[in-house]
């Protein structure tokens, strides 16, 4: 019966595929198509008469009219939707909002999800990934067997009880369609629970004793915890021999590329594919549609949203106008702008990204706006230190679990340096040997660090600290962001993370 369900999805999706490419040969056609439908439907909301959406014809009037905001210009609009209000940013009552605890801030943001956001954006994004995945794997079982849950919970909202907060991947699993429920375990409740160490371990128990999980979804981080307990009960060497069927893990929320060796040796058979996804709290913009891992992922131009990119200037800023997806360039760091059918306009969401191909629109997560390190003029980005890291994690035959890193300034008798803290899941023999590789490899991975640590002039070798496992998730405990949709800040300029997870390595 299931291999029966299995090839209808798979003929649903080879139509689907056919239908997307479609739709997809004139993506700027399809922008403005969204562009003009947004500002039309949101004509009589508040935002949309403070700003005379009425009066916007097109692009120019549109770039004109509407500001360029982040979150805090949007937050006393999205409590009055919290509170019950109507027709404040996105006609109707909004009733769902995803938790976004951000990655440099203790303060919660809270994200409107319409209904046509959940399911024109974050489940059409959903769908979209497994049409790929399909194409791209003809023996694909998704629907014959058993896909693992990992999500976050959900709350009423305190003031108004009515509204309900929680993580986007809870809000989707409490939306799940009918016809996919059969298919994913474990059941929702369990998947829902709000206590993350009870979860955690719920769903351990209950896939150690599984043989028929055929994909899993979800950050690295949090996945690897989970496998790694799920070895422990069993006693297997590997994830392989527990799911001996197993096809696909998607990915996303960080740079893959310091967990996929590790990830290699949890599954070291051949068969297993690994597909990365730029599923956010603000939406579901991109997949890998390609089966090369580092050719970028596509862009999703039909879910709901307009596509804006404000470039990065030679000093490391994006203070400059955006450009409409049109307009974009290869290789060229550009701060990500998006107008959303949940009431998110022209909103920053921080992710900076670069476009790998025009044709089709393919791109790669580079990193943070926030998050970069510039002290010294040797602008490192976080694409700069995953790399490097990955390779030198490579040359040692170690995994790293965790990182981040700031700058030790200069003083009056010393030069300065980046510091670093690594966790890692087997540390290297000699910790130095390491840290001198890694500097080596950052520096021929980025020529403005090359620059600044020739001869040492401007700044010294790194500093690493290697620190024991667990350290970040006590940290990150502390901060009340222990759970899968919370990510640690890879790069900052201020030193305050990385003193914190110091002083945490010390307890």
């Known amino acids: 019966m299931r291999h029966w369900i299995n090839s209808v999805f798979k003929l649903y999706y080879s139509r689907r595929y056919l239908y997307f490419n479609s739709i997809y040969s004139n993506p700027e056609k399809l922008q403005e198509h969204w562009r003009s ?3 039309r439907k949101a004509e009589n909301t508040t935002y949309g008469k403070s700003f005379n959406f009425s009066q916007v014809k097109d692009y120019h009037s549109f770039s004109e009219q509407i500001p360029v905001v982040d979150y805090e210009p949007l937050k006393p609009f999205i409590h009055q939707m919290m509170l019950g209000h ?3 940013l996105w006609p109707g009552k909004v ?13 919660s943001k809270f994200i409107p999800v319409s209904s046509e956001n959940r399911q024109q954006c974050h489940l059409r994004g959903t769908w979209d990934t497994m049409m790929f995945y399909y194409h791209l794997r003809p023996n694909a079982r998704q629907f014959e067997a058993k896909t693992l849950l990992m999500g976050g919970s959900i709350s009423p909202f305190n003031e108004f009880p009515q509204s309900q907060v929680g993580d986007i991947s809870a809000i989707m699993i409490k939306h799940l369609p009918w016809v996919a429920i059969p298919f994913f375990a474990p059941d929702i409740p369990t998947a829902l629970i709000s206590d993350w160490d009870e979860k955690l371990e719920k769903i351990a128990q209950y896939a150690a004793n599984q043989s028929d999980i055929v994909m899993v979804g979800g950050v690295p981080t949090w996945t690897v915890l989970l496998l790694h307990r799920i070895l422990t009960i069993t006693g297997k060497n590997h994830i392989q021999e527990v799911w001996p069927n197993f096809q696909l893990y998607t990915h996303g929320g960080v740079s893959f590329l310091p967990y996929r060796e590790q990830f290699k040796a949890l599954f070291p058979l051949p068969g297993v594919q690994f597909i990365e996804t730029y599923n956010a709290t603000e939406g579901f913009f991109a997949v890998r549609d390609h089966p090369d891992e580092d050719s970028g992922m596509r862009l999703l131009l039909n879910n709901g949203i307009f596509y804006e990119f404000i470039p990065q200037d030679a000093h490391n800023e994006y203070d400059s106008s955006p450009v409409p997806l049109s307009e ?3 290789n060229i760091n550009y701060a990500m702008v998006i107008t959303t059918n949940s009431g998110l306009w022209r909103y920053k969401i921080g992710d900076t990204v670069a476009f790998t191909s025009l044709n089709p629109y393919r791109l790669k997560v580079t990193g943070r706006v926030q998050q970069f390190i510039n002290t010294f003029g040797e602008e490192v980005m976080v694409e700069n230190t995953d790399k490097a890291l990955a390779m030198t994690c490579q040359q040692f035959g170690v995994f790293a679990i965790e990182y981040t890193v700031a700058p030790k300034f200069l003083s009056h008798n010393e030069k300065g340096a980046h510091e670093w803290i690594i966790e890692f899941e087997n540390p290297p023999p000699n910790v130095e040997l390491f840290a001198v590789s890694l500097d080596k490899n950052l520096q021929t991975i980025n020529s403005d660090y090359e620059a600044k640590r020739f001869s ?9 600290h290697s620190v024991l496992k667990g350290t970040f998730h006590r940290w990150m405990r502390s901060k009340m962001k222990f759970g899968n949709q919370n990510k640690v800040p890879r790069l900052s300029e201020d030193r305050r993370v990385l003193e914190e997870i110091l002083s945490f390595s010390k307890l």
């Open 37 to 39: 439908y947004l500002v």
């Open 86 to 88: 109507s027709d404040v």
């Open 95 to 107: 009733r769902w909002f995803a938790k976004s605890a951000g990655t440099s801030q203790d303060k």
């Open 328 to 330: 974009v360039v290869l």
């Open 456 to 464: 040492n002039l401007a700044i010294t070798q790194l500093i690493l």
